[in-house]
């Protein structure tokens, strides 16, 4: 019963094979940025995260409004696995960042709009997780999970943005920035490769995780229905 | 002309952070996965005495 799937370990050997092109390509074939000096490469993985985070985010309102349409407690379980799969990552976006920052900005922190919009989206989402712990009927708590869901996603665009609206020193990557922007730098080709080969490799990497991470949901709704079932 | 920043230990700690990170949530994924096996297991075995 619930065997791993041969499609799931082709996609984590795939998974692995492009993590480690990316971290190669990162180390050995993206040359060093001639002012940040080797913090600069934090960057590749640091943006990745960051938008495998929004894309989670976005997974979770698209299944919300999939859940308050079918009813089908699947798009509940994908809801909370993406939601999981996106702290994760914006939290290791928003660390590295910070350790980018230190010696770029001179500080470990600053309330500048990327920074304040990606904190408030990372604890809306946290809100989430927590809030969900405290209702026990699975109907009820699929139900408020996808309205939350569809609401939170607000939050994605604001974060994304935040940078091309407000007043910032956090670097637009694509796009024009502010000029206020501090840490800005020109992408030579190579530097450009390596950055969206990392990002196509976390997107593959999180279609992984998501992959794992809904078969765990699905075998703990069958241990909750098994319970209730003893329980009654 | 002066070269670039000495920052390495900054990019060491970032990688560090993202591989630590990535290798917690793969353990967690596992243990959870195990454990719930378990209780599976075990509530089947006792639905199967009622």
Redesign the interface.
């Known amino acids: 019963m619930d065997a791993k799937p041969r499609w799931l370990s082709v996609l984590d050997v795939v998974t692995a094979l492009m993590l480690t092109a990316a971290t190669i390509m990162v180390f050995f074939y993206a040359p ?11 960057f590749y ?2 943006v990745a ?1 960051a938008w495998v985070g929004m894309l989670s985010f976005i997974v979770a309102g698209i299944a919300g409004i999939a859940y308050l349409r079918t009813k089908n407690i699947k798009w509940d379980i994908v809801g909370l696995a993406t939601v999981e799969l996106g702290m ?1 990552f914006m ?2 976006g928003i ?2 960042g910070s ?2 920052a ?2 770029i900005w001179n500080t470990w922190w600053t309330w500048d709009p990327r920074l304040t919009t990606t904190t408030i989206m990372e604890l809306i989402y946290a809100a989430y997780l927590m809030l969900r712990q405290g209702i026990e009927d699975p109907e009820r708590r699929a139900r408020f999970g996808a309205v939350y869901a569809i609401l939170g996603v607000v939050s994605v665009p604001l974060t994304f943005f935040s940078i091309r609206i407000f007043r910032t020193i956090h670097p637009v990557v694509i796009g024009g920035g502010d000029p206020g922007a501090d840490g800005s730098f020109d992408m030579t080709p190579k530097m450009l490769q390596t950055f969206l080969f990392s990002l196509l490799a976390f997107t593959v990497l999180y279609a992984d ?1 998501m992959w ?2 809904i ?2 949901g699905r ?2 709704e ?2 909750e229905q ?2 209730l ?2 329980s009654q | 002309m002066e070269g670039p920043a000495n920052t390495l230990a900054y990019m060491i700690a970032g990688y560090a952070i993202i591989f630590t990170v990535l290798a917690v949530y793969l353990v967690s994924l596992v243990v959870r996965w195990r454990n719930l096996r378990q209780d599976e297991e075990t509530l089947r075995e006792i639905e199967k005495k009622r």
């Open positions: 060093m940025e001639a002012v940040m000096g080797p913090v600069q490469k934090v993985y640091h995260h994760v939290l290791v660390v590295t350790i980018w230190r010696p995780l794992h991470r078969r765990l075998l703990a069958r241990v098994l319970k079932r003893l």
